[in-house]
């Protein structure tokens, strides 16, 4: 009797409605002619739903169904979570250009108020004035040749920390928003599976 060997992917992204076969959910490792013919396999078709589970049983039973002659070994007991990705009408290149144009100017309104409330609370313009005193020994309510360098640093500083200036000597290390957007992607297909399987 020929083995194969098989470990189900943990997500995988399909459209509704699209046909699904073992090597779309699963990596099949084996001989060869044994290998393609389980890959081809059909299990069926991605439900109109966000979210689908795929156990191990249920690709054990189609296989065994198609192929009864084969020794299925299953590397682990993880299911697939199936994100059904349903197609979206073509926006116009002039709506997207406004709506990214409109996040950016929300979001830059948002942080500048941010910034010059903590400011503010803090109590930085008499920290400038005191340093230039300090550097200087002459009070000056406006030290612009302090608070110029200094907010110019903050705009720097943030891009340098969302790697997105100097390129990473190792090419391909995320940005702390990309490993937060990485976190919760996980979070959700987690508390997903949780909640499919109370079904």
Same mark, same amino acid.
């Given at each position: 009797?020929?083995?194969?060997?098989?470990?189900?992917?943990?997500?995988?992204?399909?459209?509704?409605?699209?046909?699904?076969?073992?090597?779309?959910?699963?990596?099949?490792?084996?001989?060869?002619?044994?290998?393609?013919?389980?890959? %081809? &396999?059909?299990?069926?078709?991605?439900?109109?739903? #966000?979210? /689908?589970? !795929? @156990?191990?049983?249920? =690709?054990?039973?189609? +296989?065994?169904?198609?192929?009864?002659?084969?020794?299925?070994?299953?590397?682990?007991?993880?299911?697939?979570?199936?994100?059904?990705?349903?197609?979206?009408?073509?926006?116009?290149?002039?709506?997207?250009?406004?709506?990214?144009?409109?996040?950016?100017?929300?979001? %830059? &309104?948002?942080?500048?108020?941010?910034?010059?409330? #903590?400011? /503010?609370? !803090? @109590?930085?313009?008499? =920290?400038?004035?005191? +340093?230039?005193?300090?550097?200087?020994?002459?009070?000056?309510?406006?030290?612009?040749?302090?608070?110029?360098?200094?907010?110019?640093?903050?705009?720097?500083?943030?891009?340098?920390?969302?790697?997105?200036?100097?390129?990473?000597?190792?090419?391909?290390?995320?940005?702390?928003?990309?490993?937060?957007?990485?976190?919760?992607?996980?979070?959700?297909?987690?508390?997903?599976?949780?909640?499919?399987?109370?079904?």
């Amino acid at each position: 009797m020929d083995k194969v060997y098989i470990q189900l992917k943990k997500n995988i992204d399909k459209d509704s409605n699209a046909e699904l076969k073992i090597k779309d959910v699963a990596y099949v490792a084996g001989k060869k002619e044994i290998k393609e013919m389980v890959e %081809a &396999i059909p299990i069926g078709k991605v439900q109109e739903d #966000f979210y /689908e589970i !795929i @156990s191990p049983t249920e =690709v054990a039973n189609k +296989i065994i169904s198609t192929t009864p002659h084969i020794d299925i070994h299953f590397i682990d007991d993880e299911e697939v979570l199936v994100n059904v990705v349903k197609k979206k009408k073509k926006e116009s290149k002039f709506l997207l250009l406004l709506r990214v144009s409109l996040v950016i100017i929300i979001l %830059a &309104i948002g942080e500048s108020l941010a910034i010059m409330n #903590f400011h /503010e609370d !803090i @109590s930085m313009k008499n =920290v400038h004035m005191r +340093i230039y005193e300090i550097l200087t020994g002459v009070h000056n309510e406006s030290p612009l040749i302090i608070q110029i360098p200094y907010s110019l640093g903050i705009g720097v500083g943030m891009a340098l920390f969302f790697n997105k200036i100097v390129p990473n000597k190792y090419g391909s290390d995320p940005s702390p928003m990309e490993v937060e957007m990485s976190s919760y992607r996980k979070k959700v297909n987690s508390f997903m599976r949780s909640k499919l399987n109370k079904k």
